[in-house]
Structures are given as structure tokens and as C-alpha cells.
């Protein structure tokens, strides 16, 4: 796997992309213990696992 560095606003976009999804009911990828319910700190945990599955694409 090809591991890409991310500027921080890609890294903001990501997380707060994934916490809508969250938020309106999508699943949550990784186990987290029950009282952690803010959306985003939820994200957050799946970014620094790498389980969130957004795929970034950039024109070259």
C-alpha cells in the first residue's frame, strides 16, 4: 500500500466527511469504548487507525 501525505485541509476534509457519515447513521468501522459519542472524535479514531474508507484523487 502506497502510503500519501495529506495536507491539513485534506486531513479536515476527510474527518469532517466521515463524521457526517456518523452522524446520519453510517456504521462505525473500528471498536470504541461507549463514551466516546461525539461524531468526531469518533473519525478521528478511525483516521489514525487508516480504516477510513475515503480515497483521495488528485489531478496531476
Not at 474527518?15 to 470504541?32: E, K, N, T, Y
Amino acid at each position: 500500500m502506497i502510503f500519501m501525505m495529506l495536507t491539513k485541509f485534506e486531513k479536515a476534509r476527510i474527518i469532517g466527511a466521515r463524521a457526517l457519515q456518523i452522524a446520519m447513521g453510517a456504521p462505525v468501522i473500528i471498536d470504541i469504548s461507549p463514551d466516546i459519542i461525539d461524531p468526531i472524535e469518533i473519525a478521528m479514531c478511525e483516521f489514525n487507525n487508516n480504516v477510513i474508507p475515503i480515497t483521495i484523487k488528485r489531478k496531476e
